[in-house]
């Protein structure tokens, strides 16, 4: 005999099926969401503040500076990193304000976050802990037996044509020290396996180009500081025919890569005296209001000198 049972699916708890509760906007007793906040209405407010705050910034820099830094100013503001670093100051506010209170505390950290690390004070503090003291180029009493640049100064352009890059200075400084009599050779480093044009080559190609000598100009191969290092171990051990035998040897790279090169160096056993430059760390100037809006300079120049911090964790 069979017996009927009741329908597992008609059996309903109510507690399962309730929807979530939403989060209560404690000042005004109304429920709060993600979708609650970006009301046009809403939306429309955040936009006045951030044209409240924006013109506030652009008039401040204008009184406390000129009217050519309030320009500047008004300019980095409509960039896209200046429309983003004002849309999560906004954002936060106004979710605050609405009660979403998670979604606050998210743009407020994005904010944080692009104004640390696109601030130029935070930049040059990151990076005057790296860069070394300039060379003293007077305590020298005869010239280098070379000078090694490192790669990384000249970039190729789409015609293969070099030109100086980012790190240009290194090639600008090695030409000085050359023209000034400072040494008596110079080497190129550095290779890739992108290109037609390895940097070593470019490097050459450039130095050549302001009155460097050609055959004064020597190449050595490496994808990085570490194969650099050791392809000079290398070269040093068994100088081609003509090199220069006698005298110290000096290393050119830009000041915040100079530590890392240096103690990449000494693994190698090579003695370089240091000659950093491209100095990224700025001149004191009076404070400008514009300064609180984050740059992508300072961002890469941030980035760069973490890069040399995580570098140094990993032994390269």
Same mark, same amino acid.
């Not at 006045?48 to 705050?53: L, N, P, Q, T």
């Not at 050519?68 to 200046?82: E, K, N």
């Not at 000085?176 to 290779?191: D, F, K, P, R, S």
């Given at each position: ?47 006045? /503040?951030?044209?409240? $705050? ?5 008039? /401040? ?7 050519? &830094? ?8 409509? &960039?896209?990193?200046?429309?983003? /670093? ?9 979710? @605050? ?7 606050? $505390?998210? @743009?407020?950290?994005? @904010? ?116 650099? &290092?050791?392809?000079?171990?290398? @070269? ?81």
């Amino acid at each position: 005999m069979n017996h009927s049972r009741p329908n597992d699916a008609a059996v309903i708890d109510p507690a399962v099926n309730d929807p979530p509760a939403q989060p209560t906007n404690v000042s005004t007793g109304r429920t709060s969401s993600p979708d609650h906040v970006w009301t046009v209405r809403n939306v429309m407010t955040g936009i006045a /503040w951030g044209a409240a $705050i924006d013109l506030a910034l652009v008039i /401040w820099t204008w009184i406390q500076v000129d009217k050519g &830094m309030a320009d500047r100013c008004a300019t980095a503001l409509v &960039m896209p990193l200046g429309i983003l /670093w004002t849309f999560t100051l906004v954002a936060s506010l106004l979710c @605050f304000r609405r009660g979403a209170r998670r979604f606050g $505390i998210v @743009f407020a950290l994005l @904010f944080a976050l692009i104004s640390i690390t696109g601030n130029g004070d935070v930049a040059d503090a990151s990076m005057s802990s790296l860069e070394p003291p300039r060379a003293d180029l007077d305590a020298q009493s005869e010239p280098f037996r070379c000078v090694v640049v490192l790669g990384g100064g000249v970039t190729i352009a789409y015609d293969e044509v070099p030109e100086l890059g980012i790190a240009g200075q290194r090639i600008m400084y090695t030409a000085q020290l050359w023209h000034g009599g400072h040494t008596q050779a110079v080497i190129c480093t550095g290779g890739s396996s992108l290109g037609r044009i390895q940097p070593a080559e470019a490097g050459r190609m450039m130095l050549e180009s302001i009155g460097i000598p050609s055959d004064k100009i020597y190449e050595s191969p490496g994808d990085n500081t570490s194969q650099e &290092m050791k392809n000079l171990q290398a @070269f040093f051990a068994s100088p081609p025919p003509g090199f220069p035998r006698h005298g110290k040897i000096g290393l050119v790279t830009s000041a915040s890569h100079m530590k890392r090169a240096m103690r990449l160096a000494a693994e190698r056993d090579l003695k370089f005296v240091p000659l950093p430059c491209g100095y990224e760390t700025g001149a004191d100037y009076d404070f400008s209001p514009s300064e609180l809006i984050p740059s992508p300079e300072a961002m890469d120049s941030f980035g760069r000198a973490l890069k040399e911090r995580l570098a140094r964790l990993v032994n390269r």
